[in-house]
């Protein structure tokens, strides 16, 4: 099953949502079957509505720039 991770973010250069994508890379789930969708228009309820008009997974998963994902099974055990 493919995940599509939807983050409203204000900027692409922050140091947090580095290391938000560092913590999805490090998921024990085959990379090709997940999406990054940063969303940097509107507000962040506009910016959700436009990640989830763009994402073709078959799971949306809604983070935040603050986010990090501690463990790495996070994304096998959702599936």
């Not at 947090?16 to 228009?41: A, F």
């Not at 910016?47 to 078959?58: F, H, L, S, V, Y």
């Not at 983070?63 to 996070?74: E, M």
């Amino acid at each position: 099953m493919k995940i599509s991770c939807i983050i409203p973010c204000k900027s692409l250069d922050s140091s947090l949502l580095k290391d938000l994508r560092k913590s999805i890379l490090m998921q024990n789930y085959p990379q090709n079957q997940i999406e990054v969708i940063e969303v940097t228009e509107g507000d962040s309820e506009s910016a959700k509505a436009i990640g989830i008009r763009k994402a073709t997974g078959d799971i949306l998963c809604m983070l935040c720039t603050d986010n990090y994902l501690v463990d790495a099974d996070i994304f096998p055990t959702v599936v």
